[in-house]
């Protein structure tokens, strides 16, 4: 006959785990104490390297990236706040600057291009209104790219489309662009026409009239094309934001 | 004829058609106004034939195979009627007057120079005006008889000159 389990055991096991337990926390805390050292230890080298090289994080593009790079390495995100340690860095205050100033040319430019400009035409649109000194003229697409990244906390009214082949654009009027949206132009972008039609992304994307037509007229209604019926084979849909002689005017 | 630079929207080829977007459709509209006054203004006319649009090289850009169609022309030309920058003849609404100035600004502007000239209280022909010698630099030389009646109408209302009547010449005298 087995013998069931007797009080004593109970309470032996319980006693057990009581015990674990206490060992268990009493680890932990080891563990924390010494992660906070470190850490400690670490926020102080970063803090005296970065005030040590804030102006030349400030001024120099290719130092930036590599800063930026070694922060994502280690899993930190210097642009996250702008309150604690990292606000020394002063790293977040270039971003942000940035950032309204893109904001700036969007608007800008908003009442030609609808809203959606090449990241190549901000670029050259802020350089220019950064003024001469040099380190007003160092800002990298990747610099452009972080920035822009940190505006969507502001809703889904800036965006970047990925063009391929390192293009991209900036979309700074709300509404969502499905996958569909950014295939149209990334076929405009790599024609280099500035204009699709419905034939063409069925021909090029195998896509079905019903399919085109969708992804066509919702870029009408949100403004981001010009309608061209006086085309004699159909009508073409034109992007501002691509056309040679708007992006230079 | 004067040549203007074209704004970048000549070359693009749906600028020539009225576009279904209403905010794309405002810009459009606008950028017409700017382009159909700036047009008028460097060829010195004031009057647009909305029947003779269609081999006007501000309304069909041969190099891109693109023209604005005679109704489109008629959508801008009301626009601007809307915020007094244009007004027709008559009511088929073929010949517009185009105001490259408002009336105001035109009615102003001919009042300073009589007024730099010391021509208060003193009677000026219409003719002199628009043809004169001593007018040769002003803008409103050669202005549209029409415009230049209207726009001396709304000064007179102001009651800075009085038009008159005599023999078969129209004259004004400034206050």
Aim: proline share 3%; glycine share 6%; charged share 25%.
């Amino acid at each position: 006959m087995r013998r069931r389990a007797g009080l004593g055991a109970i309470q032996k096991q319980k006693l057990e785990q009581v015990k674990y337990r206490e060992k268990g926390s009493e680890i932990q805390e080891n563990q924390f104490q010494q992660m906070s050292k470190q850490l400690e230890v670490f926020r102080e080298n970063l803090e005296e390297f970065a005030t040590k090289h804030k102006n030349e994080i400030k001024k120099n593009a290719q130092f930036r990236r590599q800063f930026q790079e070694m922060c994502a390495a280690i899993g930190v995100d210097p642009l996250a706040s702008g309150k604690g340690f990292w606000s020394v860095l002063g790293i977040g205050d270039f971003y942000y600057e940035l950032g309204v100033q893109i904001v700036e040319v969007c608007l800008a430019t908003n009442y030609k291009n609808g809203g959606l400009i090449t990241l190549e035409e901000l670029r050259t649109r802020l350089v220019a209104a950064r003024g001469k000194a040099k380190k007003h003229q160092e800002i990298t697409n990747e610099d452009l790219l972080a920035a822009v990244k940190k505006l969507r906390i502001f809703g889904n009214g800036f965006t970047v489309v990925p063009m391929g082949k390192g293009k991209w654009l900036v979309q700074s009027v709300p509404g969502e662009l499905n996958l569909d949206h950014t295939l149209v132009l990334q076929k405009v972008s790599s024609l280099g026409t500035a204009w699709v039609s419905n034939s063409i992304l069925m021909d090029d994307l195998g896509w079905t009239q019903t399919r085109a037509q969708s992804a066509l007229s919702y870029m009408i209604r949100e403004g981001l094309v010009w309608v061209d019926t006086q085309d004699p084979n159909e009508t073409l849909l034109w992007f501002p934001s691509m056309f040679a002689d708007c992006v230079s005017a | 004829m004067t040549e203007i630079t074209w704004p970048w929207q000549y070359n693009f080829p749906p600028f020539f058609t009225i576009q279904p977007h209403a905010e794309t459709r405002a810009k459009q509209l606008e950028a017409w106004q700017q382009l159909i006054v700036e047009y008028l203004k460097a060829t010195r006319q004031s009057t647009v034939d909305v029947r003779e649009t269609q081999n006007n090289p501000l309304f069909n850009n041969t190099a891109i195979n693109r023209k604005l169609s005679q109704e489109a022309v008629l959508t801008i030309l009301e626009d601007m009627a809307r915020t007094g920058r244009a007004a027709p003849t008559d009511k088929s609404k073929n010949v517009w007057e185009v105001y490259w100035h408002s009336l105001d600004e035109w009615g102003n502007m001919v009042y300073n120079w009589a007024c730099s000239n010391g021509l208060n209280n003193s009677v000026c022909t219409l003719f002199e005006l628009r043809e004169g010698e001593n007018t040769v630099d002003e803008e409103f030389h050669g202005l549209d008889m029409n415009v230049l009646l209207k726009a001396l109408k709304a000064l007179e209302i102001k009651g800075k000159c009085e038009l008159m009547e005599f023999d078969d010449n129209q004259g004004v005298k400034f206050f």
